[in-house]
């Protein structure tokens, strides 16, 4: 039975473990270019572990962004800057995903802490935003935007292919499509955002049009090898926006056009959305196992799977991916505290041997190498004791408990 830890293998590409660090705007490039930030933020968490690392959603247009900070891959002057992260995660023992995307009318805001806010067309870091049919967003993203064309459509599925394949010049080996989280894929499929009358809008064959299309072009341009996904915002968790029963013919749909696995999170199309789930423990994990079971696809999922005994839990029941967000923010080696925590019998082979080496032979007080003891282990400490004139052994730390694998 697979676990947190056993590899994982789609198309052409093995990760070493089921941990993903889920895609997360980092609002720190300038024109879309990757620098030392994103080199140092995803190459730490290939080197604490990860075995798939997402940078953000990178915009295949400008207007694409959701803000100005935002990365891109809409010119090929962005490539070098991102391939300097994929050359140092390949060189960490991880795989670099890439979630191409486009933030429709959830655009032209600020970063989240200036406000989150839209901002208007005229506003120094603001755009006019496209979207399937004119109705803004609403809350704090007001902002009039304009109906696409079925030509503009055709020019956003020649955008992403573009992008894809800029994508595999800067060494990503996965591509994920952004259709979740109230973007522009989000969008398409959900009643409350697409109003369309046309071949893009209505029946749900027609609300899975525009995603089914963009994953031909950019199937056409991805080597074999190379797995195709997507994020799909599969409930908008409002009586008028789509749900669970379409979202699985949404993705068997998708799979007849190359769609590889799927990620199931939320629509978020709308700012009165019944949000309980994303607030629970594994909130999502029964949607996405149902869309395994009902399609026979390969599925990831977020939200709060944080605790390593909920992500073993969630895989030994048939997840095939765990993503982390806030997570892989908190602890860059998030997989090794797991592996500890759930008693794997070599956690420190998890890091390059750069790190593992010491970790596992320096002679020294084992505890003080600021990793804490699995919950529940190590020896109390008493603060009256006199100190000891000589440390006592520690060579090989195996976590108490620890039983091969
Ligand atoms: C700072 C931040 C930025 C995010 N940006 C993206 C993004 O660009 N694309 C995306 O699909 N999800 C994005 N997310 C959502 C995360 O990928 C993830 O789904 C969410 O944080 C829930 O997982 P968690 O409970 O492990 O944090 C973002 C989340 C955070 C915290």
Known sequence: MADLFSPFTLKGVTLRNRIVMSPMTMYRSVEGHANDFHVMHLGARAAGGFGLVFPEQIAITPDGRTTVHCGGLYDDRQI???????????????????????????????????????????????????????????????HPVDELSV?????????????????????????????????LGASFFSPIANRRTDAYGGSLENRVRFHTEALDAVRAVLPERIPLTMRLGADDLHAAGATMDEAV?????????????????????????DGTPLGEPMGFLSRALRVKREVGIPVGVSWNLGVPANAERAVREGLDLVFLGRPALANPHWPV?????????????????????WLKNFRGHAPSIGWPEPLGAGPAIDLDAAPSSSLPHQGRHEPAGASAR
């Open 151 to 183: 030509e503009e459509i055709k020019g956003v599925h020649r955008a992403y292919a573009d992008a894809a394949v800029r994508a595999v010049e800067a060494g990503y080996e996965w591509v994920e499509m952004h259709y979740a989280h109230g973007y």
């Open 337 to 357: 505290w797991a592996a500890r925590e759930l008693g794997h019998a070599s956690p420190f082979d998890l890091v390059p041997e750069d790190y593992g080496w």
């Open 80 to 142: 070098d800057g991102w391939k300097r992260t994929t050359d140092l995660v390949r060189a960490m023992g991880g795989v670099s995903a890439v979630q191409l995307g486009h933030t429709g009318r959830k655009g032209s805001a600020v970063a989240p802490w200036e406000g989150g806010h839209q901002v208007a067309a005229d506003h120094p870091e603001g755009w006019r935003c496209k979207a399937p049919s004119a109705v803004p967003y609403g809350a704090d993203h007001p």
């Open 249 to 273: 013919a949404a993705v068997a749909l998708m799979k007849e056009h190359g769609l590889d696995m799927a990620d199931i999170s939320a629509g978020f199309n709308t700012p009165e959305m």
